[in-house]
């Protein structure tokens, strides 16, 4: 066999078609390594909040705290650009339409890429006003503003990285992403200990460490891909794609940008109004955050995964297997969402100890607070993510959008109505979480009861 007809075979191995076998299977094995996945990814930034809390002090985990919503604002842009972008691939991958995935795929690079550029120029020149606009103290704002523009100089591989990462997945393959997350994590951690402990960087041999392993994961996809899938490669004649390729790309990818942009959005005014209550209860809302966010993860790329399995089905005209797959989904992920709440509220203690000083114990009580508040409804997240991924594989994400903003909405007026009452405090902030979530789970179930899948539906020629 010669060296054309190995590659061809090896990415058959890797491609998956969501449109055939078992379903249950099918989301299972798709899904697992994007939740393998994930969850390296959250290990960046456990890696960072663990080292500096233990290690480095509260001041120093305030600041990294302080950037995290901030950062992850900025990156969801990007994000939801590729998510976007790789729901219009799947579904011409499921039609067999060759031509028009490749001429989507190479569209979106240019576009997002550009996105990318612009965006992380912007933030440099702002970085300053843009903390102080988020009420970072100021006893910690240049330790946060030094921190926040080394973790700024990683947006490229993040692109470049969550890109290819997408197509790939779109076309049926989430292993090769995963494995470039396992060595960048590895590195990850190594460097961390490094920066932080024998050479005394501090928060900025952290910030450091994330960033040198985000380009070993986005440049080692992309010359994997350029090398193993012709149909990823970036030619000089792709760089100046036509003026409609680019409206039927940003269709679909910009309306899912806006939803994840929005959804964090919300996210970042939460933490202003967070950051307002000073300096321990900024320190609590770190930690708890990631553990909460690691704690409902799988949920949230099992979403992913079913988007794509609706989005191959919805292309190939399966109706049938896409109402299936979503009965199967919603009996998946929430009986995940149940075993973890359960887990994390009876695990609160112990959890918030393994990142904060037992001395801390501030820090420690209003972390367990948050984390039982918010684990006892992580069913409600669960189905949303179904919800957002179902609207988005079937070509209407200006509905996952709209359960965004009902979801987000909710939460930002509440926790700025609450956390003024000295009665409540801070946790009208974390209350006002769970019920954005039931509010918009109970208006995506309305809507996809009265939406029906049709040939109408398509993406646009």
């Known amino acids: 066999m010669d060296d054309a007809g190995k590659v061809k075979t090896e990415d058959m191995q890797t491609e998956r078609k969501l449109t055939e076998g078992n379903i249950t299977g099918a989301l299972l094995r798709f899904a697992a390594p994007m939740i393998l996945g994930n969850m390296l990814q959250q290990a960046y930034s456990l890696t960072d909040t663990f080292i500096v809390g233990r290690f480095v002090g509260a ?3 305030a600041a990294v705290g302080g950037t995290y919503t901030l950062t992850t604002f900025l990156y969801s842009v990007i994000i939801g650009l590729c998510m976007g972008s790789g729901a219009l691939v799947s579904y011409y991958f499921g039609r067999g339409e060759t031509d028009r995935m490749r001429s ?9 890429g550009a996105a990318a550029v612009v965006l992380n120029v912007l933030m440099l020149l702002l970085s300053l006003p843009v903390l102080t606009i988020l009420r970072i103290p100021d ?20 692109f470049l990285y969550n890109f290819f990462a997408y197509m790939l997945r779109a076309k049926g393959n989430s292993v090769v992403p995963l494995g470039f997350l396992v060595v960048s994590t590895v590195m990850n951690i190594v460097l961390d200990i490094l920066f932080v402990l024998p050479l005394g960087r501090g928060v900025n041999g952290a910030a450091l460490a994330t960033v040198l392993s985000q380009y070993v994961s986005g440049i080692g996809i992309m010359l994997y891909a350029f090398r193993k899938e012709p149909d990823m490669r970036i030619r000089p004649a792709d760089l100046r794609p036509e003026a409609g390729e680019i409206r039927e790309v940003l269709r679909m990818s910009g309306m899912s940008s806006v939803q994840q942009s929005v959804m964090n959005f919300g996210i970042l005014m939460i933490q202003s109004l967070v950051n307002s209550f000073g300096t321990v209860i900024m320190a609590a809302f770190t930690v708890a955050v990631k553990i909460d966010t690691l704690a409902y993860m799988p949920a949230q790329e099992f979403g992913n995964a079913y988007s794509l399995f609706i989005s191959q089905n919805f292309g190939a005209g399966k109706e049938k297997r896409i109402s299936e797959g979503t009965k199967k989904a919603v009996l998946l992920s929430g009986g995940f969402c149940l075993a973890v709440s359960l887990a994390v509220v009876i695990l609160a203690g112990p959890l918030m100890s393994l990142f904060v000083d037992a001395s801390e114990m501030e820090i420690i009580r209003e972390g367990v607070r948050y984390l039982r508040i918010e684990g006892s409804c992580y069913i409600g997240i669960g189905l949303l993510f179904l919800l957002y991924g179902y609207f988005r594989g079937i070509n209407r994400p200006e509905i996952s959008l709209l359960l965004t903003v009902i979801s987000l909405g909710t939460r930002v007026a509440l926790g700025y109505l609450l956390a003024p009452i000295p009665q409540i405090g801070v946790i009208g902030i974390w209350a006002a979480i769970p019920i954005g979530w039931g509010l918009a789970d109970l208006a995506g179930f309305a809507l996809m009861s009265h939406i029906r899948i049709t040939q109408e539906e398509e993406y646009p020629v």
């Open 59 to 61: 001041d120093a985990l």
């Open 104 to 112: 989507a795929l190479r569209t979106a690079f240019v576009t997002i």
């Open 139 to 158: 006893e910690i704002l240049p330790l946060t503003d030094d921190y926040f523009r080394i973790i700024l100089t990683g947006m490229l591989p993040v």
